[in-house]
């Protein structure tokens, strides 16, 4: 019979023919089997012993492996180092089966492979609960015994009574029992679950989005239900009368350690289990905030507390990232402001779920968001503008400031959205960094916290583009825009080249926004000095920025890092990034009914415009005029520049910028001690910021381009 149990196959034939068992195992090559092999033989069949049964049987070796447990692993069923069973790991039964009277009335003495786990307490042929035990005498099912030297019944109770003698009691015949109807809780769990053991794909589909986690999650889940000690609950959720599970769940000293032994009470958990999981997640989060903090403290104490988000998450050990969301998001109001970062519980589920559920391979499961390729060096020291202007809610903070702790709360949030436990180095001081006051009101924070883990989430499922890191630190950015390239860009928009000073905002410029760079970091030839001339002058060069400018300077750093990258790659591979100017990710506003910040484009543009071409260059008065703050302004007038009525001339710059050989030798110039020039040639090393440079006994030169 399809999906047979290979023992009960055996001892079928046996009886059929009026022979012991173990003359039919020996005569399918079990003889010369070890005791300990014949008792792993649904699980490790070998090749030359599975053709002698096919032989003996008359079918294929295909349909006997549909009766081996094995065909059970990595869903169902988990297997030990001795490729037994292992009881600890997935609720797997170690010996002994459930049956249905009603089948074994309408097929004598087969027993199915898949009464054998747990996970399977109701038939769904007849929609009835197994049964657990002889009705006669209620002993368990005990494992047929392939070597026993007398004939036996399959289809008869074999335990021992009291007396030595065996029951004998035909396992059909029993009480009647009604059967649940179709749309019962119960019965669509146990339809779930057998189509996840079966890998039927296209009810998988319709039932369960993630299923290479499903009997994981259900472990979990059950446990969390039975340390609650709620049968009331469990009927509730399963949609039964409590008076049916009453005295049917096992005392257990160790919570979770197995299932409930009774088919209907495992039904009724596993039903309930399934409400938990795929009920309208509002229905639901606060049966699950009840079920988290129904467990005593980790120093056992009867005192419940709020605990770490570890700690909670461990009250439903095993359970998937799926229905992990949904745990935290029912504790998000309990946790401190940076757990609810790293973990992503004020994340809404609706855009949680479907990137977590987005597994690529069903036979062999991919997790996309536990294989990192988004790392700390892919997010800019400043978060983007466009995220940064609405995320800015506290007043009396210094924009940078903020943008940087931003910047530093996003690498959290991707942390924690990489794995179930994120990596300690990653978040360590953020707390002190992303401080509450920069997050506003409660309301605010919970706004502001949702959309980085939103944000967080949508880089984890995209593949990185720029990596700053590298940008800042590996790029020869002294020979960044040569004065005759500055010539070209300037005539091919049509302004002014102006003098050395001009060239030198230019560079800074690029600098600044290809690294996303606060000006602070800007290398030392090139550094704005805080007070007097140099700083207007720099903010005056952004402010009339033309649009056309922007575009000239944006397409040469972008023929600029094609070719230096290159050369960085070639020195040394890995290191390279993507050649594009700028890129930021697209912005979305979550339905927040708070009011956060206003969003970048969220000024008057063509005022703003209007009064740069009158002649107010000053970010204060500009600020005033559009009721925003400096640096929204800055940062609008870097989204969009003032245009002008210039032509733009394109330049094809693979003609001009020769293609930069990495250079590992430098040619630096310092005064010696007679006060002559010396052209000296230092070894700086791949990435020369900080090189360090001895001159011997003579003393020593630190050379550092900062």
């Known amino acids: 019979m399809p999906g047979e149990h290979l023992p009960s196959l055996l001892l079928r ?39 002698s049964i096919a032989i003996a049987v008359g079918c294929s070796t295909g349909e006997l492996l549909d009766g081996m447990m094995r065909s059970f692993v990595n869903d169902a069923l988990a297997p030990g180092d001795d490729g037994l069973p292992a009881h600890a790991k997935n609720w797997t039964r170690g010996s002994g089966t459930r049956y249905c009277p009603q089948c074994l009335t309408a097929r004598p003495a087969v027993f199915l492979a898949h009464w054998r786990l747990w996970w399977s307490f109701l038939c769904e042929t007849h929609q009835v609960p197994l049964h657990d035990t ?89 446990i969390a239900l039975l340390a609650a000690d709620d049968t009331a609950l469990i009927a509730e959720l399963a949609e039964l009368d409590p008076s049916q599970l009453h005295g049917l769940f096992d005392e257990t000293a160790r919570i979770g350690t197995a299932p409930p032994k009774n088919a209907l009470a495992m039904g009724a958990l596993m039903a309930a289990a399934f409400a938990l999981m795929f009920t309208s997640e509002e229905e639901v989060r606060p049966i699950i905030r009840r079920l988290t903090f129904a467990r005593p403290s980790a120093q056992g104490q009867t005192e419940r507390g709020p605990g770490s988000a570890a700690t909670l998450l461990g009250y439903w050990p095993g359970v998937g990232p799926r229905f992990r969301g949904r745990v935290l998001r029912a504790i998000d109001g309990d946790l401190p402001a940076m757990q609810r970062l790293v973990t992503g519980s004020a994340v809404r589920a609706e855009f949680d779920e ?175 000095v805080a007070n007097g001339r140099d700083a207007a002058e720099y903010t005056d060069f952004q402010i009339r920025m033309t649009a056309q400018l922007q575009i000239a300077l944006d397409a040469y750093l972008e023929a600029w890092l094609t070719s230096t990258i290159d050369a960085v790659s070639a020195y040394d591979r890995g290191k390279g990034t993507s050649p594009v100017a700028v890129w930021e990710p697209p912005r979305w ?116 381009w900062r």
């Open 354 to 528: 479907p990137a977590v559920a987005a597994y690529v391979d069903f036979l062999m499961p991919h997790d996309s968001l536990r294989n990192p390729t988004w790392t700390a060096d892919h997010i800019p020291p400043l978060l983007w503008a466009n995220w940064a202007v609405p995320l800015s809610v506290a007043g009396g903070a210094d924009p940078e400031t903020l943008q940087r702790s931003l910047a530093l709360g996003l690498t959290a949030a991707l942390a924690g959205a990489y794995r179930d436990v994120p990596d300690h180095e990653a978040i360590a001081g953020i707390g002190r960094r992303l401080r509450p006051a920069m997050l506003g009101t409660p309301a605010q924070t919970t706004a502001i916290l949702r959309q980085l883990g939103e944000l967080a989430r949508y880089l984890a499922a995209s593949e990185p583009g720029i990596n700053y890191a590298t940008r800042q630190r590996h790029l020869p950015w002294w020979q960044l825009l040569e004065p005759t390239h500055w010539d070209m860009i300037c005539a091919s928009v049509g302004t002014f080249t102006g003098g050395p000073r001009r060239l030198l905002n230019a560079r800074r410029y690029l600098y600044l926004r290809a690294t996303a760079q606060p000006i602070s970091a800007l290398p030392t030839p090139w550094a704005v």
């Open 589 to 704: 506003a979550g339905r927040e009914a708070v009011h956060l910040g206003p969003e970048i484009d969220d000024i008057e543009v063509p005022a703003l415009h209007d009064l740069v071409a009158s002649g107010v260059t000053t970010v204060r008065a500009l600020a005033a005029a559009t009721r925003r703050t400096p640096q929204h302004v800055r940062w609008a007038l870097r989204r969009h520049p003032v245009p002008s009525d210039q032509p733009i001339f394109p330049i094809d710059w693979s003609a001009h910028l020769r293609q930069i050989p990495w250079q590992p030798y430098l040619p630096v110039t310092h005064r010696n001690g007679n006060d002559a020039d010396q052209d000296v040639t230092v070894l700086l090393p791949y990435g020369w910021h900080g090189a360090r440079v001895y001159r011997g006994a003579g003393g020593s030169h630190l050379i550092d």
């Open 134 to 222: 002889c009705p006669a005498c209620g002993e368990g099912i005990s494992d047929p015994a392939l070597m026993e030297a007398h004939p036996v019944d399959p289809s008869r109770c074999r335990a021992r009574l009291e007396d030595g003698s065996r029951c004998g009691h035909d396992l059909g015949a029993t009480w009647h029992e009604a059967a649940f109807d179709e749309s019962a809780p119960i019965v669509r769990a146990q339809a779930a679950i057998s189509a996840a053991w079966k890998r039927d794909r296209q009810t998988l589909d319709v039932f369960i989005p993630d299923v290479q986690h499903l009997f994981r999650t259900l472990r979990g889940v059950g």
């Open 13 to 51: 034939i046996a009886a059929y023919v009026g022979e012991p068992p173990a003359a039919i195992s020996r005569w399918c090559g079990l003889g010369a089997l070890r005791s300990a092999d014949r008792r792993r033989l649904d699980m490790i069949l070998p090749a030359e012993v599975a053709r």
